[in-house]
């Protein structure tokens, strides 16, 4: 028989069976005394979710729940486990509803491997409802739900109890409990724990805060926590937030992630893709135990897999390449002092042979697992350093800081008698020498354990790593590699286990083919009528608007306020490529600056989900927005207002000392090494300039115009080469720009370095110091660097040439020496590849070495 024929018999056939054939399937119901099997599925009424044997590694599965249709990359999204600790093989292991009303998990062996441990009387039936809570009910109701026990990920309206938690997985592709968990602790509190083999530790809210500091509530003891399909979290402690594009008809999910953040997401339904729209925590390198002992996180925003990563500590290696979890160990052979030995007495204890080079275990504990999930890796010995002070030494990691684990705090200590304190000490690994600003003295914090290590812009203090001395000079003139890119871990999850594949029969095959196929037409059909549902609903929504908070303080101004608050846009303060700003008073007095965005075709949607990022920006070195307004084509920012104008306008002026252009350049560095490195979203500037610099009431430098230069997404990868048009203003615009070369954060290094040379000189990028620097574009635009280098190149050493180049109205009134290390750093800066140019937070290494 024709194939064609084969399928038409096999339609009409399908079309002519009971209504119970499809509905049972749909509604995904299972009776009493039946079973799954690894090859069955169950589809919810909505066919938005399935549950079944969920395939986790080789010949290994587990039975879940997951989104029925799969994301852009072709990965299925699970959002429950049943058995996530204990996988099951691929054949012969089922799950059965049996008539005492348990529902039970079994391997090939017929072990219970999973139990909901339930009893009925009454007859039961398992079902998905559409909501995705998996459901053993009777005549009588629910008897056991899979909402009541989740695994990592909260759906909306599922709630999250005292008798619940949220555990992560291991990795990306290692499903099993992992080391972080989100539940209330004893005092009702939501938080979040990370809680290894060897330690343990809150994290969140920030554990040196009391609880109502962290805006919590102790007193209500009721427990409970949920999101609604909007997007809006409230928890019991009065913990609560808004996603970032709150609205509703977006699936979401809450997630505990394998990095130990917690996140909402959101379905962008076209792309099949999940946005971030709120995470509890803005910089990952702050959770603990990330990076394991002995290691510290980098914020790192170049190359192919730029993120977060983990670096060894010098004189430690990686114990496990593929996992970070298990830190670093000692690389050195650390001296032995005979004089320092002792034995203890083990009873009744043999080693056979290999007595070579025998170590008993001594009582301080000198041997540790090597791997914590393998004990048939067995220990290996623990090295403390010596505790002959002569034989140690310090080397100073800048901007480091380890938390917790202080072998003992003191307070108003000189550095002098910290070292000393870590000397006499064999558990002490190193410290942290912190300024305390408020008292104006130095507390010392001995470490007896490196863990929660990070490098950060933002924290201005060193932290001394002890070594023994003959090698603390390798390790200091030996450049620090960075590490494996750390969100990216993955372990599969290999059962030792083989199994024959069973022999499909050609006609069973084709049946299950023609099954999929009818199904995924029916799927398309319901997705045709939402989406024709959906576009009817569009102006009631946009109606709606007005009830939109991106978050918690960042007001919508109507169009109305804006116009009256400006008295019509009346007095203009400024004026870019982008737009205008007006100054303006808002109805609670506080005045305010208001960019009037140029007419484009940017959606409401794309407009509000970029500003709701950029609204929780805070950086003493960044602009502050207010707030924003968004009606038709009316784009508006509510910022801050700043007293003494723009960077370019004081240049122009001659209003500002050498001493406040280096502070200027120091803080405009830093508020730029936030927005690369260390945002919930990175931002690109694409538009350093000194009239984008604004000074406040002191002179302290803020970044401004930052609004809605470039969103990057930490899960692009680094590649940044997605813009439509060339941004910047000619002068200080990379040479990327020109070439059509990949854009990265090195294009606001380079700008950043002209705007140096231009306070440094006073003269603008477009001027050469009255020599001609060819008439090409390129030329021009670069004539201030080519200046500069030509004076430098053309005095060697001396530092005469210093003189030559800086503002007739700082000679003879400014350090030459920080002058001279402002220069050298701004060159660096606008070096033409790209990669030899600095970050800034290697920038704010140079110009404040400790």
């Given at each position: 028989?024709?194939?064609?024929?084969?399928?038409?018999?096999?339609?009409?056939?399908?079309?002519?069976?009971?209504?119970?054939?499809?509905?049972?399937?749909?509604?995904a119901?299972?009776?009493?005394?039946?079973?799954?099997?690894?090859?069955?599925v169950?589809?919810?009424?909505?066919?938005?979710?399935?549950?079944?044997?969920?395939?986790?590694?080789?010949?290994?599965?587990?039975?879940?729940?997951?989104?029925?249709?799969?994301?852009?990359?072709?990965?299925?999204?699970?959002?429950?486990?049943?058995n996530?600790?204990?996988?099951?093989?691929?054949?012969?292991?089922?799950?059965?509803?049996?008539?005492?009303?348990?529902?039970?998990?079994?391997?090939?062996?017929?072990?219970?491997?999973?139990?909901?441990?339930?009893k009925?009387?009454?007859?039961l039936?398992?079902?998905?409802?559409?909501?995705?809570?998996?459901?053993?009910?009777?005549?009588?109701?629910?008897?056991?739900?899979?909402?009541?026990?989740?695994?990592?990920?909260?759906?909306?309206?599922?709630?999250?109890?005292?008798?619940?938690?949220?555990?992560?997985?291991?990795?990306?592709?290692?499903?099993?409990?992992?080391?972080?968990?989100?539940f209330?602790?004893?005092?009702?509190?939501?938080?979040?724990?990370?809680?290894?083999?060897?330690?343990?530790?809150?994290y969140?809210?920030n554990?040196?805060?009391?609880?109502?500091?962290?805006?919590?509530?102790?007193?209500?003891?009721?427990?409970?926590?949920?999101?609604?399909?909007?997007?809006?979290?409230?928890?019991?402690?009065?913990?609560?937030?808004?996603?970032?594009?709150?609205?509703?008809?977006t699936?979401?999910?809450?997630?505990?992630d394998?990095?130990?953040?917690?996140?909402?997401?959101?379905?962008?339904?076209?792309?099949?893709?999940?946005?971030?729209?709120?995470?509890?925590?803005?910089?990952?390198c702050?959770?603990?135990?990330?990076?394991?002992?002995?290691?510290?996180?980098?914020?790192?925003?170049?190359?192919?897999?730029?993120?977060?990563?983990?670096?060894?500590?010098?004189?430690?290696?990686?114990?496990?390449?593929?996992?970070?979890?298990?830190?670093?160990?000692?690389?050195l052979?650390?001296?032995?002092?005979?004089?320092?030995?002792?034995f203890?007495?083990?009873?009744?204890?043999?080693?056979?042979?290999y007595?070579?080079?025998?170590?008993?275990?001594?009582?301080?504990?000198?041997?540790?697992?090597?791997?914590?999930?393998?004990?048939?890796?067995?220990?290996?010995?623990?090295?403390?350093?010596?505790?002959?002070?002569?034989?140690?030494?310090?080397?100073?990691?800048?901007?480091?800081?380890?938390?917790?684990?202080?072998?003992k705090?003191?307070?108003?200590?000189?550095?002098?008698?910290c070292?000393?304190?870590?000397?006499?000490?064999?558990?002490?690994?190193?410290?942290?020498f912190?300024f305390?600003?408020?008292?104006?003295?130095?507390?010392?914090?001995?470490?007896?354990?490196?863990?929660?290590?990070?490098?950060?812009?933002?924290?201005?203090?060193?932290?001394?790593?002890?070594?023994?001395?003959?090698?603390?000079?390798?390790?200091a003139n030996?450049?620090?590699?960075?590490?494996?890119?750390?969100?990216?871990?993955?372990?599969?999850?290999?059962?030792?286990?083989?199994?024959?594949?069973?022999?499909?029969?050609?006609?069973?095959?084709?049946?299950?083919?023609?099954?999929?196929?009818?199904?995924?037409?029916?799927?398309?059909?319901?997705?045709?009528?939402w989406?024709?549902?959906?576009?009817?609903?569009?102006?009631?929504?946009?109606?709606?608007?007005?009830?939109?908070?991106?978050?918690?303080?960042?007001?919508?101004?109507?169009?109305?306020?804006?116009?009256?608050?400006?008295?019509?846009?009346?007095?203009?303060?400024?004026?870019?490529?982008?737009?205008?700003?007006?100054?303006?008073?808002?109805?609670?007095?506080?005045?305010?600056?208001?960019?009037?965005?140029?007419?484009?075709?940017?959606?409401?949607?794309?407009?509000?989900?970029?500003?709701?990022?950029?609204?929780?920006?805070?950086?003493?070195?960044?602009i502050e927005?207010?707030?924003?307004?968004?009606?038709?084509?009316?784009?508006l920012?509510?910022?801050?207002?700043?007293?003494?104008?723009?960077?370019?306008?004081?240049?122009?002026?001659?209003?500002?000392?050498?001493?406040?252009?280096?502070?200027?350049?120091?803080?405009?560095?830093?508020?730029?090494?936030?927005?690369?490195e260390?945002?919930?979203?990175?931002?690109?500037?694409?538009?350093?300039?000194?009239?984008?610099?604004l000074?406040?009431?002191?002179?302290?430098?803020k970044?401004?115009?930052?609004?809605?230069?470039?969103?990057?997404?930490?899960?692009?990868g680094?590649?940044?080469?997605?813009?439509?048009?060339?941004?910047?203003?000619?002068?200080?615009?990379?040479?990327?720009?020109?070439?059509?070369?990949?854009?990265?954060?090195?294009?606001?290094?380079?700008?950043?370095?002209?705007?140096?040379?231009e306070?440094?000189?006073?003269?603008?990028?477009?001027?050469?110091?009255g020599?001609?620097?060819?008439?090409t574009?390129?030329?021009?635009?670069?004539?201030?660097?080519?200046?500069?280098?030509?004076?430098?190149?053309?005095?060697?050493?001396?530092?005469?040439?210093?003189?030559?180049?800086?503002?007739?109205?700082?000679?003879?009134?400014?350090?030459?020496?920080?002058?001279?290390?402002?220069?050298?750093?701004?060159?660096?800066?606008?070096?033409?590849?790209?990669?030899?140019?600095?970050?800034?937070?290697?920038?704010?290494?140079?110009?404040?070495?400790?």
């Amino acid at each position: 028989m024709d194939t064609p024929i084969l399928i038409l018999l096999i339609s009409l056939l399908l079309s002519s069976l009971p209504p119970l054939f499809s509905i049972s399937s749909r509604y995904a119901t299972v009776p009493a005394s039946s079973s799954l099997s690894v090859s069955d599925v169950l589809i919810s009424a909505n066919g938005i979710f399935s549950a079944g044997f969920y395939n986790v590694g080789e010949n290994a599965y587990c039975f879940s729940i997951w989104f029925t249709k799969p994301t852009s990359d072709g990965n299925l999204t699970v959002i429950w486990m049943a058995n996530r600790d204990q996988p099951v093989s691929g054949k012969r292991s089922k799950l059965s509803l049996l008539k005492s009303g348990n529902l039970k998990l079994t391997d090939t062996t017929q072990f219970t491997v999973w139990s909901t441990n339930t009893k009925s009387l009454s007859p039961l039936q398992l079902q998905l409802l559409s909501t995705g809570n998996l459901v053993l009910r009777n005549q009588n109701g629910s008897v056991w739900e899979s909402f009541d026990s989740p695994t990592d990920t909260l759906l909306p309206n599922q709630p999250m109890t005292r008798n619940s938690k949220l555990v992560s997985s291991r990795s990306l592709n290692n499903f099993s409990s992992g080391f972080y968990s989100l539940f209330f602790d004893y005092d009702n509190v939501l938080r979040l724990l990370f809680d290894s083999a060897e330690v343990s530790s809150m994290y969140w809210p920030n554990p040196w805060l009391v609880s109502w500091e962290a805006g919590r509530t102790t007193y209500n003891n009721s427990q409970t926590a949920a999101f609604n399909s909007s997007g809006y979290f409230r928890s019991s402690d009065d913990f609560k937030f808004k996603a970032s594009d709150y609205v509703i008809g977006t699936w979401r999910i809450l997630k505990m992630d394998v990095d130990g953040n917690v996140r909402l997401y959101s379905l962008d339904e076209e792309r099949r893709i999940w946005r971030v729209s709120w995470q509890a925590i803005s910089q990952p390198c702050k959770i603990h135990g990330v990076c394991g002992p002995n290691a510290m996180c980098n914020y790192d925003h170049q190359g192919e897999n730029a993120g977060w990563r983990c670096t060894c500590l010098s004189g430690y290696k990686a114990k496990n390449l593929t996992d970070w979890s298990f830190g670093c160990e000692s690389e050195l052979n650390h001296s032995c002092n005979a004089a320092e030995s002792s034995f203890i007495k083990l009873s009744n204890v043999e080693f056979c042979g290999y007595d070579i080079k025998f170590y008993e275990n001594y009582t301080d504990e000198r041997y540790k697992a090597k791997t914590l999930t393998d004990w048939s890796l067995g220990c290996e010995l623990e090295f403390n350093l010596t505790c002959n002070a002569a034989e140690s030494g310090f080397i100073k990691l800048p901007n480091v800081e380890f938390y917790g684990y202080d072998i003992k705090f003191y307070e108003n200590y000189t550095y002098e008698r910290c070292e000393e304190v870590c000397l006499k000490s064999c558990t002490c690994y190193g410290f942290n020498f912190k300024f305390n600003g408020d008292k104006g003295y130095y507390n010392c914090f001995p470490k007896s354990l490196l863990l929660n290590g990070y490098r950060s812009p933002s924290f201005e203090n060193p932290f001394y790593l002890r070594l023994p001395k003959a090698s603390i000079s390798f390790y200091a003139n030996r450049k620090q590699e960075i590490g494996l890119h750390c969100p990216l871990t993955k372990q599969n999850l290999l059962l030792d286990r083989g199994y024959k594949k069973p022999k499909q029969k050609g006609m069973l095959q084709f049946m299950v083919w023609f099954a999929c196929a009818f199904g995924c037409f029916e799927i398309i059909c319901i997705c045709f009528v939402w989406l024709l549902l959906n576009k009817t609903q569009q102006r009631s929504r946009e109606n709606t608007q007005s009830y939109l908070q991106v978050v918690s303080g960042f007001r919508k101004f109507t169009y109305a306020e804006m116009k009256k608050a400006t008295r019509n846009f009346r007095e203009e303060i400024g004026r870019g490529g982008s737009g205008i700003v007006y100054k303006g008073v808002l109805s609670d007095r506080r005045v305010a600056a208001i960019k009037r965005l140029n007419e484009a075709n940017q959606g409401e949607t794309e407009f509000l989900a970029e500003v709701s990022i950029i609204g929780r920006v805070n950086h003493m070195n960044l602009i502050e927005i207010w707030g924003y307004c968004v009606e038709g084509n009316h784009r508006l920012l509510v910022y801050e207002y700043m007293e003494c104008g723009s960077l370019g306008e004081n240049l122009i002026s001659g209003t500002l000392d050498w001493e406040k252009r280096f502070d200027i350049a120091v803080g405009s560095a830093r508020g730029l090494a936030y927005l690369h490195e260390e945002c919930l979203e990175w931002v690109l500037h694409c538009d350093v300039k000194p009239q984008n610099i604004l000074l406040d009431s002191n002179f302290q430098p803020k970044v401004a115009d930052f609004g809605l230069s470039k969103l990057v997404n930490r899960g692009a990868g680094g590649k940044y080469s997605s813009f439509s048009r060339v941004r910047g203003t000619r002068g200080y615009m990379a040479p990327e720009w020109i070439s059509n070369l990949l854009i990265t954060s090195k294009v606001d290094v380079y700008s950043y370095g002209v705007v140096v040379l231009e306070m440094v000189t006073g003269k603008s990028p477009m001027t050469t110091g009255g020599q001609a620097s060819g008439n090409t574009e390129e030329m021009e635009q670069r004539g201030l660097v080519k200046w500069v280098r030509e004076k430098m190149n053309g005095n060697g050493e001396n530092e005469l040439w210093l003189e030559e180049i800086i503002d007739p109205g700082m000679k003879g009134k400014c350090d030459l020496r920080k002058m001279g290390i402002l220069v050298q750093v701004a060159l660096e800066c606008v070096k033409e590849d790209k990669d030899a140019r600095p970050t800034m937070s290697q920038v704010i290494e140079r110009l404040l070495p400790h």
